[in-house]
C-alpha cells in the first residue's frame, strides 16, 4: 500500500458545528503533516507528528485541534470555523530519517465553511 | 527559515516540445533536499522528481531532468517531449528534513497546447 487516503473528499459545514477530517497511511511512515491550501496558492504547513508526538504547530488557531491516535492514523478536529477557513486540506506523511524519499500526499478534504 | 522562488506563474508550450520551470531557493542549511511536485486539477500532488544537495549529479525520471547548480540555489525543471497529461501546477519545494515538512514556491502553472 503506497498511499495516503483522507475522508471525506468533500465537507461542507456551518460556523457552529463540529466536525473532524481523517488520513490513514499504511506504508510505515512516523512523520504525519497536515497542510492548508487555499486555491491558486501552495500548501502551507499546519501541524507535524513525528512518532505520534506533535512536533510542529505554526500557529493555527485553536478551533483547528489534530490528534495523532496511532502511527497510522491522522485526524484533524474542526470547530467554530470561519468562511475564511474555507480550503483543500491536505495530509502527507513521510519516512523519517529517509527525507530524499519524499512526501505522499494523500488527495485532500475540500472544505467548505458557511 | 527557507524561502523558496518561481518567477514564472504560468508557461504555455505545444505537445513535444521541451519546457523548463525555474526554481531559485534559500536555506542556511548545508544539507538539505529539493523536490518537484505536480498538482494537476484533480489536486493530488504527485513526485514528479528529488534531489539531494550533497549529490553533484543532476536527478533524472524518464522525461523529468533537473538542473541542480548548488551554489547559485537553482533548482529548474526540464521536461522534454511535453504531453497533454503534463498540464498541472508545478510546485518546488525544499526541505532540511527532520519532519520539518516542505516549503514550497509559489508554482508555475504549466498548460500544454495540442
Known amino acids: 500500500d503506497t498511499e495516503v487516503t483522507q475522508t471525506p473528499k468533500h465537507l461542507v459545514m456551518g460556523m457552529t458545528n463540529k466536525k473532524s477530517l481523517k488520513c490513514e497511511q499504511h506504508?510505515?511512515?512516523?512523520?504525519m503533516y497536515w497542510y492548508k491550501q487555499k486555491a491558486k496558492k501552495p500548501p502551507e504547513l499546519m501541524f507535524v507528528?513525528?512518532?505520534?508526538?506533535?512536533?510542529i504547530n505554526e500557529s493555527v488557531p485553536s478551533r483547528f485541534s489534530p490528534e495523532c491516535p496511532n502511527s497510522s492514523l491522522l485526524n484533524l478536529h474542526l470547530h467554530a470555523l470561519q468562511p475564511e477557513d474555507s480550503a483543500l486540506y491536505l495530509c502527507?506523511?513521510?519516512?523519517?530519517?529517509?527525507?530524499?524519499?519524499?512526501?505522499?500526499f494523500g488527495s485532500g478534504t475540500r472544505l467548505t465553511v458557511v | 527559515a527557507q524561502t523558496v522562488t518561481q518567477s514564472q506563474p504560468e508557461m504555455s508550450v505545444q505537445e513535444a516540445e521541451t519546457v523548463t520551470l525555474s526554481c531559485t531557493y534559500d536555506?542556511?542549511?548545508?544539507?538539505?533536499?529539493l523536490f518537484w511536485y505536480k498538482q494537476p486539477p484533480s489536486r493530488q500532488m504527485i513526485l514528479v522528481i528529488r534531489?539531494?544537495?550533497?549529490?553533484?549529479q543532476n536527478a533524472t525520471e524518464n522525461r523529468f531532468s533537473v538542473n541542480f547548480q548548488k551554489a547559485a540555489k537553482s533548482f529548474s525543471l526540464k521536461i522534454s517531449d511535453s504531453q497533454l497529461g503534463d498540464t498541472a501546477m508545478y510546485f518546488c519545494?525544499?526541505?532540511?528534513?527532520?519532519?520539518?515538512?516542505?516549503?514550497f514556491g509559489k508554482g508555475t502553472h504549466l498548460i500544454i497546447q495540442p
Open positions: 502527507a506523511s513521510s519516512q523519517a530519517a529517509r527525507w530524499v524519499e519524499g512526501y505522499t
Open positions: 506504508m510505515g511512515h512516523r512523520a
Open positions: 507528528y513525528s512518532y505520534e508526538k506533535l512536533s
Open positions: 536555506t542556511s542549511e548545508n544539507n538539505y533536499y
Open positions: 534531489q539531494e544537495a550533497y549529490k553533484q
Open positions: 519545494a525544499v526541505t532540511r528534513g527532520g519532519a520539518d515538512g516542505l516549503t
